[in-house]
């Protein structure tokens, strides 16, 4: 994948229309509507009421954006309409998800550390620094050359973060200790008692 198509995938839909649309199907997977024309928008109202909130037209306007920019399917059958994701649509829908990707700090601390270890091939070099970037924006810290470090559970958010980027489990794993020698220096970063 050259400079040029990885930019493309991980730039975000600009309308907030376009990014309800899109996260919605990554979570259904796809959504089918009574095929009635020309109440289509009507019907996927009626089922789909946090769309309510945008004008019909616009909304309308989005599908039609959407599918012609190769995001999303719509099809027809037996009295249904279905719109899936397509590839791309999929794509772009993850790195929307990979985006909100935050790490709760509980209340309470479990006392165990979280390390990242990462050996990433340098034909993976963009994927390499977008997920370094990522383990940064989500509060991780570096320990060693390819290791990072957390203090919070966050193996639902690295499992995903390793299935978007496509990662081996020999090019990534998460490691949990309850020891990591001195600590100390550890805690004050993290401001943890």
């Known amino acids: 994948m050259g400079v040029k198509q990885y930019k493309y995938y991980f730039k975000k839909p600009r309308?907030?229309?376009s990014k309800d649309i899109l996260r919605g199907l990554i979570v259904a997977g796809a959504i089918s509507v009574a095929a009635t024309s020309p109440y289509f928008?009507?019907?996927?109202?009626?089922?789909?009421?946090?769309?309510?909130?945008?004008p019909k037209q616009k909304?309308?306007?989005?599908?039609?954006?959407?599918?012609?920019?190769?995001?999303?399917?719509?099809?027809?059958?037996n009295h249904q309409i279905?719109?899936?994701?397509?590839?791309?649509?999929?794509?772009?829908a993850g790195w929307m998800q990979i985006?909100?990707?935050k790490i709760v700090r509980p209340k309470k601390w479990d006392r165990k550390w979280r390390l990242v270890m990462f050996d990433i091939a340098q034909l993976k070099k963009?994927?390499?620094?977008?997920?370094?970037?990522?383990l940064k924006e989500m509060g991780f810290q570096p320990f060693q050359k390819s290791v990072w470090i957390?203090?919070?559970?966050?193996?639902?958010?690295?499992?995903?973060?390793?299935?978007f980027f496509g990662f081996s489990e020999l090019e990534l794993k998460l490691i949990v200790a309850e020891n990591i020698?001195?600590?100390?220096?550890?805690?004050k970063n993290f401001n943890l008692s």
């Open 15 to 17: 309308s907030e229309i």
């Open 150 to 163: 957390c203090p919070f559970d966050c193996e639902p958010e690295i499992g995903l973060l390793k299935k």
């Open 99 to 101: 985006n909100a990707l």
């Open 41 to 54: 928008l009507t019907n996927f109202l009626k089922y789909h009421k946090k769309f309510k909130k945008y």
């Open 181 to 187: 020698g001195d600590e100390a220096e550890w805690r």
């Open 126 to 134: 963009l994927y390499r620094e977008a997920f370094r970037g990522k």
């Open 82 to 92: 279905y719109i899936s994701l397509t590839e791309e649509g999929e794509k772009k």
């Open 59 to 77: 909304l309308s306007n989005t599908f039609c954006k959407l599918r012609k920019s190769g995001l999303i399917n719509i099809n027809r059958k």
